[in-house]
């Protein structure tokens, strides 16, 4: 089973694709995660380092040499979830590249589909708790009175803003690309955790 999962920042992708990646025994393969520990561990080239720290992207071929070597391995052989990857069509050209060089092919590409104010709401509302780490919410899981409250950057309305602004433009044409190529599934990101999951769980059972 070979998936990618789009969405944009706070449609919940990270929480439906734990639950994916459990029931089929496969990794999931956040490209943020693999470009932070690649600069961690001395792998990344200073001008790349640098380009990231002011928000810059990483060119693509850096980023399909990351996931080659990460698909490689044993954990991979079944299958993987590939969370923010592809986001543009040559993106989505390379990684098909990729995977015909070994007889492979995608399963589904599960897109998930939440309103940019409600997207806005999940995240401007976010409180960390300093003392734990512990994440919350003001609306949907409101903190405990002793919590030591924090508003990450990240969470700051005109940041999110532009992420999602950010997200729209790069992935204009990368749903088209994967409709025309019969692999994408909608599904509505709206509800509670388990009604998502079964949502996306449909989908993807109607692809195999």
Avoid at 58 to 73: C, G, S
Wanted: aromatic share 4%; charged share 30%.
């Amino acid at each position: 089973m070979r998936l990618v999962f789009v969405g944009p920042p706070g449609a919940g992708k990270g929480t439906q694709a734990k639950v994916i990646t459990e029931k089929w025994k496969i990794p999931q393969i956040s490209t943020g995660d693999m470009l932070r520990e690649a600069k961690k561990n001395g792998k990344l080239a200073p001008e790349l380092v640098e380009k990231m720290g002011k928000g810059g992207l990483v060119p693509d071929e850096v980023v399909i040499d990351l996931i080659k070597q990460r698909t490689e391995l044993p954990d991979a052989a079944n299958g993987f979830l590939l969370d923010g990857f592809p986001r543009t069509v040559p993106q989505a050209e390379a990684l098909n590249d990729l995977l015909a060089s070994r007889g492979q092919k995608l399963n589904v590409v599960v897109a998930l589909d939440v309103a940019k104010e409600l997207l806005m709401e999940r995240a401007c509302l976010r409180r960390t708790d300093k003392r734990t780490g512990q994440i919350y919410h003001l609306k949907y899981n409101p903190p405990p009175p002793e919590a030591d409250l924090e508003h990450r950057a990240d969470d700051q309305e005109e940041t999110v803003r532009n992420r999602v602004d950010v997200y729209e433009k790069m992935t204009a044409d990368l749903l088209p690309f994967y409709e025309k190529a019969g692999l994408l599934r909608r599904v509505d990101g709206v509800g509670d955790v388990k009604e998502v999951t079964a949502r996306v769980l449909s989908a993807i059972e109607q692809s195999k």
